[in-house]
């Protein structure tokens, strides 16, 4: 089966402790993408990847970290800097990441939570 | 700045009558508008999207209508079932990662 696959699914960050999310894909896709959900705050961009060994900080860049060292994986690090971690993250990922008609396929996510 | 806006926090609609849920956008060099449907603790998925050549798009039950004069998106979902409830979020894409807007739940009352 295709797709998008992230883990965990539920995750506990104690104070002051890096974390790192998951996400891989056999979509043979170029692009991939991370996003966080906050209730009433719908999907907001953290980082983005066009191709291997490239990535682009998002609009809430601050305090997370990202790799893409394989075109399948795009882990996530959520470090102490990142004040307000608790929210739905979503990994994403595109054919390519340049064309305008471009639609995403999403991950289950990850709820990560604070201790 | 909020470049895709969903005003409607939340729509009740009757099982069986049309849903319409809206969205409006600022930025004119968007050409790509997507719907997606967004269960709780799960991924969204992609529901349907349109091009900015065109001002219609329809697959089955669900429709996408443009206006680009008005910046003004809307997806109507005729008939509404139960299985509907949800939240939707409208993106849209100019040749940039897809920007989101906040969201609508829609509850089709049974």
């Known amino acids: 089966d295709g797709g998008i696959t992230q883990s965990p699914k539920y995750l506990f960050r104690k104070e002051g402790q890096n974390v790192t999310l998951s996400c891989e894909q056999n979509?043979?896709?170029?692009?991939m993408y991370w996003y966080r959900q906050d209730p009433g705050q719908g999907l907001r961009l953290i980082y983005y990847?066009?191709?291997?060994?490239?990535?682009q900080k998002g609009d809430i860049a601050e305090g997370y970290s990202v790799s893409r060292e394989k075109k399948e994986s795009f882990p996530l690090t959520v470090t102490s800097a990142q004040k307000n971690p608790t929210a739905f993250y979503l990994c994403?990922?595109?054919?390519?990441?340049?064309?305008?008609?471009?639609?995403?396929?999403f991950g289950s996510g990850t709820q990560l939570s604070v201790l | 700045d909020q470049q895709v806006k969903q005003n409607s926090p939340s729509l009740s609609v009757q099982e069986g009558r049309i849903s319409i849920l809206n969205c409006d956008y600022t930025?004119?060099?968007?050409?790509?508008f997507l719907w997606y449907k967004k269960y709780p603790a799960e991924g969204p998925t992609f529901l349907i999207s349109?091009?900015?050549?065109?001002d219609k798009n329809e697959d089955g039950r669900f429709t996408v209508f443009l206006n680009k004069s008005a910046k003004h998106l809307s997806l109507h979902i005729v008939p509404s079932q139960p299985g509907d409830s949800a939240v939707y979020f409208c993106?849209?894409?100019?040749?940039?990662?897809?920007?989101f807007g906040k969201g609508t739940r829609l509850s089709v009352i049974a």
């Open positions: 979509l043979n896709h170029d692009a």
């Open positions: 994403a990922s595109s054919r390519q990441g340049r064309a305008t008609n471009e639609k995403l396929f």
């Open positions: 349109i091009s900015s050549i065109k």
């Open positions: 990847s066009q191709i291997v060994n490239d990535f």
């Open positions: 930025n004119s060099m968007f050409d790509y």
């Open positions: 993106a849209a894409n100019g040749n940039t990662p897809l920007v």
